[in-house]
């Protein structure tokens, strides 16, 4: 069989000839993430490790990374160190060109263009704008293919009112690479319509959600103290965290796990680290639904610190789940549950205390988890269900016509 | 017919919010200001009124009697937050119209203590009676008017003449409670019961407007009573009833002013305080195996120890005592007997029993049953482990 149509044949198949060298050009990675793109490049490259390929992944920022096999992390100044990118707190916001978030993305794409010891190299993926410039040169450098995954268009992003110098990098990425990867038919049809990308190159690859594989990483020998929503500083979620830190001395069992994500991910992970207590806290990201009931069913203590919370139905699940549930005073659900312990938001001492309590007695761990989960679950949804249809009745009662 | 009308002072040291953090900072487990500021306004509004009322009665009318209860916190409360609240008490007191009746200093579970515990409690209540009010009594009631067969050894051992006890038909079978009882196993000592439908007429339904016979008037009630067969009606109730679980806005106090004069009006009526009515032959023996209280639908103890909560706390609170006993430090033994104190447990008490759980919520001093628990253990936990250090035992906490 000549070599060319084996290769179609295998690429029909999905499968590869032999193990790849893919130099990946990114933006995060994790731990560090404030978005998708850094879960979907590890999670990518985890995979096309595990098929066999090796992969180097190149950042603008310095570590520490979350190591996978197989998978070899690069950044300007390594290995010699010499004073990396700082990961940056709120990269999103953009800023003029002339600000040092676009001079160091001018220089990592310099850098990227120059990067040594890729020489063996058989594909360079780019996602998204970020290194277009620098995945293109290399690109050349090396006489490789170059592919290039968009995740979202700068159009989208800025509604409608999108930078050039963005729209730019777009451009010449699409233009320039081999295949270009839309994560949805909606997105290849705009890079075909607004982009005039070949239709011929643009394939379609959805994202996916990998079950939380961190979940088993728990040691069932620890006693969890879980918080699940979104990272969001309404939440409270560093109140969470101070009170951790007040606890875990004196319960060397106890792990606090975080389920969720959101804007202040980074923030809450520094802010770990600055309490030292980085190995009780555990950061699970996003969890699917049969996921935070595992967690629920194997939790000690449920928190819901939030500094607004219009109603609260983590906790109200937790509840039904069985947990000890400690609220904060302003959260709705403190109106209707006797069964909860209720907190001003602000008081960290207390929510320590109350962690603390339910961590070590046990009997009121079992009488709080059972009466809450009376509380939660003596009215469903039927009741109501029926509470809005007394509305309806009474502003049809009220009505008078005009 | 004589009417028994016996009136308990009480009032507990109620905890501070001692945090589980607060373990090993030396914080004091009870909030002295809290506490009297709480007296300071019950005072004003129920003890120096009533007190005032019930003197009052005894110089215009000297058939009138009263008996009274006071606890060791009662008194260090009154002490520090109203001393004329006391001063009232030894002016009513030296009418020669009222008994002061015996029990436990710290209003305690101390009878479901091992020895010496109880004794020793009794003893204590005994000789602040005898120094504050030179008072020698021959009755005792026991917290929440707790009876069994043998708190009636004790009673009999302690050389009391007599006990007060519910009036409740699972120890009569059938007999009247209006008559002078005596303990089966210990027949020296002469049961007063409480007429608990007339009792709580006054106690828990003089202000309810949904009752059917709201307004309840003096005359009624002086009615009631005239019509009620045999010779001794027990009034047993809180003195707080007067201008506390009532207010003076329900008329309450004007209620207590015209009784006498009501009760006046039926020749066969007379007073008699706790120590003239034990004399005289009893009427019948009667048996209680089992603990029975003044408390709730069932007249048992599961107010206080009805649910895990409770029971874990008592537990606990006995368990710790051990050590306690052992360290034999003045401070130390005074902080756990105040947390015997019955009421930390009826903080803990979890509803569900319909008509009393309004009553329980009234009481207590904390959000839930589930703070009341966690603050009552962790003071506890923070007093084991000042016993263990002073007994020189390494303690993880």
């Known amino acids: 069989m000549p070599r060319s149509s084996l290769l179609s044949a295998l690429t029909a198949l999905r499968l590869s000839p032999r193990p790849l060298h893919i130099v990946m050009v990114g933006w995060e990675w994790p731990p560090h993430h404030t978005g998708g793109l850094g879960v979907h490049s590890f999670e990518l490259a985890r995979e096309l490790t595990r098929l066999g390929h090796r992969l180097t992944f190149l ?20 290995p010699e160190r010499d004073a990396p990118a700082e990961f940056p707190t709120a990269y999103w916001a953009g800023g003029t060109p002339d600000s040092p978030f676009w001079n160091a993305t001018d220089g990592y794409n310099s850098w990227v263009a120059q990067v040594a010891g890729v020489a063996d190299a058989d594909v360079i993926h780019v996602h998204d704008w970020f290194g277009t410039e620098g995945a293109i040169a290399l690109a050349r450098r090396l006489r490789r293919p170059l592919v290039m995954t968009v995740h979202s268009t700068e159009y989208d992003r800025s509604l409608g009112h999108p930078w050039d ?5 777009e ?42 594989e961190r979940l088993a990483e728990i040691d069932p020998k620890r006693r969890v103290v879980l918080y699940v929503g979104r990272l969001a500083a309404m939440k409270g979620v560093d109140t969470f965290l101070r009170a951790a830190a007040r606890v875990v001395p004196q319960f060397p069992d106890a792990l606090f796990v975080i389920a969720g994500e959101g804007s202040e991910y980074s923030r809450l992970l520094h802010l770990t680290a600055a309490l030292g207590i980085g190995d009780r806290v555990m950061f699970l990201g996003k969890v699917s639904e049969e996921e935070r009931e595992l967690l629920l069913a194997g939790s000690s203590v449920f928190v819901l610190p939030s500094v607004v919370e219009p109603f609260g139905i983590a906790a109200l699940e937790a509840m039904a789940a069985g947990v000890p549930t400690i609220v904060s005073k302003t959260s709705g659900i403190a109106e209707i549950s006797s069964g909860v312990f209720q907190v001003d938001f602000w008081d960290v001492e207390e929510f320590a205390s109350r962690i603390a309590e339910l961590l070590e007695y046990p009997t009121l761990r079992r009488a709080m988890g059972e009466q809450g989960r009376w509380e939660a679950l003596r009215e469903g949804w039927p009741e109501r269900a029926r509470e809005v249809v007394s509305v309806y009745l009474e502003a049809m009662e009220a009505y008078r016509p005009p | 017919m004589k009417i028994v009308l016996y009136l308990h002072m009480h009032q507990p040291w109620r905890l501070a919010r001692f945090r589980y953090l607060d373990l090993g900072s030396g914080r004091p487990y009870f909030d002295v200001e809290r506490n009297l500021a709480i007296f300071r306004g019950i005072a004003e509004r129920c003890y120096v009124p009533t007190l005032d009322r019930l003197t009052r009665a005894a110089r215009e009318d000297s058939g009138f009697r009263v008996s009274l209860s006071i606890t060791g916190t009662f008194l260090e409360q009154a002490r520090l937050a109203a001393p004329e609240v006391l001063d009232r ?31 020793e409690e009794v003893e204590m209540h005994r000789a602040m009676l005898r120094s504050e009010f030179g008072a020698a009594p021959k009755v005792l009631r026991m917290t929440e008017l707790a009876y069994s067969d043998d708190l009636a050894r004790f009673a009999e051992a302690e050389k009391f003449h007599g006990m007060l006890a519910e009036g409740w038909e699972g120890i009569l079978r059938g007999q009247p409670p209006t008559m002078r009882y005596c303990a089966a196993p210990a027949p020296t000592v002469r049961l007063l019961l409480r007429h608990y439908p007339l009792s709580d007429d006054v106690g828990f339904r003089f202000s309810s407007t949904g009752w059917s016979e709201y307004p309840l008037t003096a005359e009624k009630y002086a009615n009631w009573i005239a019509a009620t067969p045999g010779e001794l009606v027990g009034l047993f109730m809180d003195f707080e009833t007067f201008g506390e679980h009532h207010s003076a806005r329900t008329g309450i106090l004007e209620f207590l002013s015209a009784l006498p004069r009501m009760v006046r009006t039926h020749p066969h009526l007379g007073w008699a305080t706790v120590d003239e009515a034990i004399a005289g032959p009893p009427h019948a023996d009667l048996s ?47 902080d756990w007997r105040k947390l015997l104190t019955s009421d930390h447990f009826y903080y803990m008490y979890v509803g569900g029993h319909g008509a009393d759980q309004g009553v329980h919520e009234y009481f207590s001093s904390y959000d839930s049953p589930y703070d009341a628990y966690a603050n009552y253990m962790n003071a506890l936990t923070d007093l084991r482990r000042r016993a263990l250090e002073r007994l020189g035992v390494p303690t993880l906490k």
């Open chain 1, 165 to 169: 110098h963005i729209l730019r990098r």
């Open chain 1, 59 to 78: 950042t603008p920022f310095t570590g520490p990374f979350t190591p996978v096999d197989g998978v070899t992390i690069r950044f300007p100044g390594a």
């Open chain 2, 288 to 334: 209680a195996p089992y603990t029975m209280t003044w408390a709730d639908q069932n007249r048992d103890l599961g107010a206080w120890l009805g649910n895990d909560l409770q029971r874990s706390a008592f537990e606990a609170a006995k368990k710790v005592g051990q050590a306690v006993r052992q360290a034999d430090d003045p401070a130390i033994l005074t």
């Open chain 2, 89 to 119: 008490v030894r002016e009513l007191y030296r009418t020669g119209q009222v008994a002061l009746v015996a029990e436990t200093y710290y209003h305690s579970l101390a009878f479901l203590v091992p020895a010496p515990e109880l004794q």
């Open chain 1, 171 to 212: 451009q010449i990425g699409i233009d320039a690479a081999d295949r270009v990867i839309a994560v949805s038919r909606h997105l290849r049809l705009q890079l075909v319509e607004r982009y005039h990308a070949d239709p011929g190159k643009v394939r379609v690859v959805y994202n996916a959600v990998r079950p939380n």
